[in-house]
């Protein structure tokens, strides 16, 4: 054997998550939810908590976590993750207990879920992908698609006299007392990768002390969705959507942010 062959303990600079399978990823190549789904099987096994985590899948670009994700996983109905999660982790008040949803199902089909989980404070993680689009059904739009923003249904850009503002609900929930942190990261740079991961650590720490519910959004790209390349996207995504979604920490162990 070569020297070169061998690897060091001391020396190494990254390992493969064992808790990610080998099935190849569903996402369009270049997607933000790989990496997410990779921190948080990072945290899972890093924690020692395999055995003792529920994750939860809904409806959307999400809907196929359980063939990457090799721990206990339970589908649930378009946008009722948070209820589904709701039930597991009374039933079973030792698990850690995570839903994964995007912005459709999260801040559409599911608001009314989403925002009463938060308000009763259920002891669980909610991981949040907004990348501003109906990704998995057609580029449609969603509640976070920003003003001006082209979709499929909008092809000439989100007019919101007649739509609405984007629904900023990381906001909008981190005013509830039941939620203890919230926090929006992005995953397209190790910068963000290591501040995300640091988020979701804290909201399984957290989870094991039984402080209530953490929300973490993540805000990525949607290259497909969007209609360009994947370099570009993430341009347009540092140009575009982290002005309007302010990445940071909104809400931490129960207390608001003061922003400047």
Known sequence: MKTLDIIKPENLVYKRTELMTDNTLSYCPGCGHGTAHKLVMEVIEEMGIV?????????GCSVLAYEFMD???????????????????????NKYVFTYQGD????????????HACNRGENIVI?????????????????T????????????????????SPLKITELVANLPGVYN?????????????????????GFQD?????????????????????????????????????FYELGDIKVDGKMINKK
Not at 225 to 242: A, L
Request: glycine fraction near 10%.
């Open 51 to 59: 055995e003792d985590t529920v994750g939860v899948a809904p409806v």
């Open 71 to 93: 721990i206990d996983m339970q589908q649930a109905a378009h946008g009722r993750a948070p209820a589904v999660a709701t039930a597991i982790a009374r039933t079973w008040p």
């Open 127 to 143: 991981i949040f992908v907004n990348n501003g689009i109906y990704g998995m059904t057609g580029g449609q739009m969603a509640p």
């Open 145 to 164: 698609t920003l003003p001006g923003m082209p979709s499929s249904t909008s092809p000439y850009g989100r007019d919101t006299c007649s739509t609405g």
């Open 182 to 202: 919230v926090s929006r990261h992005a995953v397209h740079t190790h910068k963000h990768v290591r501040k995300a991961k640091k988020a979701i650590l804290k």
């Open 207 to 243: 989870t094991r002390l039984r402080k209530g519910l953490t929300l973490i959004e993540i805000v990525s790209n949607c290259n497909s969705g969007w209609k360009m390349q994947p370099r570009q996207s993430n341009e347009w995504m540092e140009e575009n959507m982290f002005p």
């Open 104 to 115: 459709g199902d999260l801040a559409a089909i599911g608001t009314a879920e989403t925002i």
